[in-house]
Nanobody, 115 residues
Framework: VQLQASGGGLVQAGESLRLSCAAS????????LGWYRQAPGKQRELVAY???????TYTDSVKARFTISRDNAKKTVYLQMNSLKPEDAAVYYC??????????WGQGTQVTVSS
C-alpha cells in the first residue's frame, strides 16, 4: 500500500486548502482513512478520520472548520480545511488501515499559515 498526499501550501489565516491523499494497493472501501498532523517540536496528532460507512471523527480544534471525505472508487481521501489558523500549520500525513491509526502512512504535505 502506498499513500500519496498533496495539496499543501502557504496560505494566509482565514483562507482554505484542500488536501488529497491517493492510495494504491490493497485499499478497500472498508479501510479507515484519516489525517494526522505534526507541528515542529510537537507530537503527531489526530486531525480526522472517516470509516467505511462515512462516519467521521475530528479533533476538537478543527471541528466546524475541517471536513474529511472519501472517494472509494478513486481510493482517495480528502481534507477540506477552511478558516485556517496559524496553529493549523504542520506537516499533514494521511493514514490508512483496518483500525485507526492504521499501519500505512503517506509522506506528508506541508501546510503553512501566515498571520
Amino acid at each position: 500500500v502506498q499513500l500519496q498526499a498533496s495539496g499543501g501550501g502557504l496560505v494566509q489565516a482565514g483562507e482554505s486548502l484542500r488536501l488529497s491523499c491517493a492510495a494504491s494497493g490493497s485499499i478497500y472501501s472498508s479501510t479507515i482513512l484519516g489525517w494526522y498532523r505534526q507541528a515542529p517540536g510537537k507530537q503527531r496528532e489526530l486531525v480526522a478520520y472517516i470509516r467505511s460507512d462515512g462516519r467521521t471523527t475530528y479533533t476538537d480544534s478543527v471541528k466546524a472548520r475541517f471536513t474529511i471525505s472519501r472517494d472509494n472508487a478513486k481510493k482517495t481521501v480528502y481534507l477540506q480545511m477552511n478558516s485556517l489558523k496559524p496553529e493549523d500549520a504542520a506537516v499533514y500525513y494521511c493514514n490508512a488501515g483496518s483500525s485507526f491509526p492504521g499501519k500505512y502512512w503517506g509522506q506528508g504535505t506541508q501546510v503553512t499559515v501566515s498571520s
